[in-house]
């Protein structure tokens, strides 16, 4: 339906060259994380990956509508992808087989070589990818969420680190639990909520993301049993600031 040409009216480039060569990214035209451009809450996983809600771009113009999500947006898109099928697209060739293959293979794995910058690993409106490589001879590698995130904050982590510990203090004492706690479940429950790790969620969500784990806390059986004696679960963000101020 592509014809193996980029769907930006006016751009010819190949999605995939006769040499192999990948310029072409397979794009979701409402985005796949809550952070992302065009994001649609009302949107099922399926919806979300399904082929009408995909795009496939240059990677040139991939960021050119991610970074300009105002001018284009989802009606935007599914008309430029209409547009584009009516004219570029073809009766299925062998090859196309082949180009599909390396498209999906190019979504799954990023491979990453003398890097000296930031990498952002899941997180919400960045570059998504399931498999990550990188060659170094450091035998430690450093990974700093990048600014404008709640990792990048120091008392936004604090904060949510302590309701973590919290959650895990509180969830743990269960003893009518039917299977042993696991005290990571709740970093990948954050992950799913808010589509990435939460040290990568952009600053813009810090509250939802604490209230999500406020909530988690209040549904303990010790919560509910401190609250019916008048004891609070867990302090405010204020409260916290207040009690263990930043030391510079």
């Given at each position: 339906?592509?014809?193996?040409i980029c769907?930006?009216?006016g751009?010819?480039?190949?999605?995939?060259d006769?040499?192999g060569t990948?310029?072409?990214?397979?794009?979701?035209i409402k985005a796949r994380?809550c952070?992302?451009?065009?994001?649609d809450p009302?949107?099922s996983?399926?919806?979300?990956?399904g082929f009408?809600?995909l795009?496939?771009?240059?990677?040139?113009?991939?960021k050119?509508?991610?970074?300009?999500?105002?001018?284009?947006?989802?009606?935007v898109l599914?008309?430029?992808k209409a547009i584009?099928e009516?004219?570029?697209g073809r009766?299925?060739q062998?090859t196309?087989?082949f180009?599909a293959?390396i498209l999906?293979?190019a979504?799954?794995?990023?491979e990453?070589?003398n890097n000296s910058?930031?990498?952002a690993?899941?997180s919400p409106?960045?570059?998504?990818?399931?498999t990550?490589?990188?060659?170094?001879?450091?035998k430690?590698?450093?990974?700093?969420?990048?600014?404008g995130?709640?990792g990048a904050?120091?008392?936004?982590?604090?904060?949510v680190e302590?309701l973590?510990k919290r959650?895990?203090e509180f969830?743990a004492?269960?003893?009518?639990?039917p299977?042993?706690f696991?005290?990571?479940?709740i970093y990948?429950?954050?992950?799913?909520q808010?589509?990435?790790h939460?040290?990568?969620?952009?600053?813009s969500?810090f509250a939802?993301?604490?209230?999500?784990?406020?909530k988690?806390?209040?549904?303990t059986?010790l919560?509910?049993q401190?609250?019916?004696n008048?004891y609070?679960?867990?302090?405010?963000?204020e409260?916290f600031?207040?009690?263990h101020?930043?030391?510079l």
């Open positions: 339906m592509s014809g193996n769907a930006f009216p751009c010819s480039l190949p999605l995939v006769g040499t990948i310029a072409g990214e397979i794009c979701h994380s952070s992302g451009p065009r994001f009302a949107q996983e399926e919806e979300r990956h009408a809600n795009i496939l771009l240059c990677r040139q113009h991939h050119v509508i991610d970074d300009q999500s105002g001018i284009y947006t989802a009606d599914q008309e430029m584009h009516g004219i570029a009766p299925e062998k196309d087989v180009y293959k999906l293979n979504a799954q794995q990023v990453i070589t910058g930031n990498i690993i899941n409106g960045t570059v998504q990818a399931q990550i490589t990188i060659k170094t001879n450091q430690k590698v450093s990974i700093t969420p990048p600014q995130t709640i904050d120091i008392d936004m982590g604090r904060y302590y973590i959650y895990n969830a004492k269960d003893s009518s639990r299977t042993r696991a005290y990571g479940a990948k429950n954050v992950e799913t808010f589509g990435g939460w040290k990568l969620v952009p600053t969500m939802a993301v604490c209230l999500y784990l406020q988690r806390i209040s549904k059986r919560a509910k401190n609250a019916s008048g609070p679960a867990f302090s405010t963000y409260e600031l207040t009690k101020a930043t030391r």
